[in-house]
């Protein structure tokens, strides 16, 4: 089983800042690789596929890269609806597997 | 606009039954593969399982392989998860997800998703 390590597990960061998100997987994957936000009560969200792709109605700021086994999640400058979970997700190999998470918080 | 609302969770006891289902409703249905993936506070989210359009393929995590079967009724624009033999461990809550478009029957990523349906097991 691929195995993701997401880094840092809590992100403290101010409206207008940058968030970097860092998922790192246990073997290549390629390019397969999925961003997810979540929010509090809420189903997960698409929010990049294929690991630089955005999904329909993601705004610009959100912007993904990375292959092999090393991937970037970068978010510009946050906005207050930002401020969430954010989980990387890889379609390589079965079984499809997730990282633990980045908290993204108000700092 | 595509919804899809998972109903079937509760309360059961450990070796019990309980079947979930996903109302799937926007989309062309038996077009896409659909998974169900379950998270719990301390395992976050997890792959359960999935089925093709057609509902001939499927595949499940190794977690529940001889237990669940997923399985669909594309007239019914509905997805089934049937839980057997249920253990404390299976506790979270189960979201039925739809794939994306793609060439393959599967692609293993996920652009809809439920509300979500709680299934608890304990005594």
């Known amino acids: 089983e691929i195995v993701l390590t997401q880094s840092p597990a809590t992100l403290s960061l101010s409206p207008g800042e940058r968030a970097t998100l860092s998922c790192r997987a246990s073997?290549?994957?390629?390019?397969?690789l999925a961003w997810y936000q979540q929010k509090p009560g809420q189903a997960p969200r698409l929010l990049i596929y294929?690991?630089?792709n955005r999904a329909a109605a993601i705004p610009a700021r959100f912007s993904g890269s990375g292959s092999g086994t090393d991937f970037t999640l970068t978010i510009s400058s946050l906005e207050p609806e930002d401020f969430a979970v954010y989980y990387c997700q890889q379609r390589s190999n079965w079984p499809w597997t997730f990282g633990q998470g980045t908290k993204v918080e108000i700092k | 606009e595509v919804q899809l609302v998972e109903s079937g969770g509760g309360l059961v006891q450990p070796g019990g039954s309980l079947r979930l289902s996903c109302a799937a409703s926007?989309?062309?249905?038996?077009?896409?593969?659909m998974s169900w993936v379950r998270q719990t506070p301390g395992k976050g989210l997890e792959w359960v399982s999935a089925i093709s359009g057609s509902g001939g393929s499927t595949y499940y995590a190794d977690s529940v392989k001889g237990r669940f079967t997923i399985s669909r009724d594309n007239s019914k624009n509905t997805l089934y998860l049937q839980m057997n033999s249920l253990r404390a461990e299976d506790t979270a809550v189960y979201y039925c997800?739809?794939?994306?478009?793609?060439?393959?029957?599967?692609?293993?990523?996920?652009?809809?998703w439920g509300q979500g349906t709680l299934v608890t097991v304990s005594s």
């Open positions: 294929d690991a630089s």
């Open positions: 926007g989309f062309t249905f038996s077009s896409y593969a």
């Open positions: 997800a739809k794939e994306p478009p793609g060439e393959w029957l599967f692609r293993g990523d996920f652009d809809y």
């Open positions: 073997q290549s994957i390629s390019s397969y």
